[in-house]
């Protein structure tokens, strides 16, 4: 078994029915803190330390991973926001998505220093996956919600956070 020197791909070879010589694993968690991140790679490392007799086995964490984000009040200010701009459009009003559910948005990374809301893009299906497919006709809809909620927003008074 092999990483590729991207880190992105795993390659393998050998017979499916024997245990190998080598095995890799790959991926991420999401977090709501960073102390639950630091739990969560605490107990990872430990199972890792209690690997089988006779076997040895390592576990990293990529330092430039997507760090933790909780949902904050201000957030949700914003996705309240974002709901009257969805009414005047007379589009449907869009529910929080459960933090468990949600996948990594770029905004974790200001998360701690400025409210943010992601799923302003477009709309898509079987995303960061073969077969992925992006609705073109959102664009236009995406765009003018993005655009009258940053007016809206722009015209606000500013509160530190």
Do not use: C, W
């Not at 760090?67 to 926001?81: F, V």
């Not at 005047?88 to 933090?99: I, S």
């Not at 770029?106 to 409210?115: G, K, L, N, R, T």
């Amino acid at each position: 078994a092999a990483l590729d020197p991207d880190g992105i791909r795993i390659s393998a070879k050998g017979k499916t029915n024997i245990i190998p010589g080598i095995a890799l694993a790959r991926g991420d968690f999401r977090t709501l803190s960073e102390e639950q991140s630091a739990r969560v790679r605490a107990k990872m490392t430990a199972i890792v330390a209690e690997h089988a007799p006779l076997t040895s086995a390592k576990i990293s964490f990529d330092p430039g991973a997507y760090p933790a984000m909780a949902p904050t009040d201000g957030n949700k200010a914003l996705l309240a926001a974002l709901n009257g701009v969805n009414r005047d459009l007379g589009l449907a009003e869009m529910a929080p998505l459960d933090p468990l559910k949600r996948g990594a948005g770029d905004i974790s990374f200001v998360a701690s220093d400025v409210d943010g809301l992601v799923g302003l893009g477009t709309s898509s299906r079987g995303d960061h996956a073969p077969g992925e497919t992006v609705d073109l006709d959102s664009i236009k809809r995406q765009a003018k919600r993005s655009a009258i909620l940053m007016t809206r927003l722009s015209k606000e008074k500013l509160s530190a956070k």
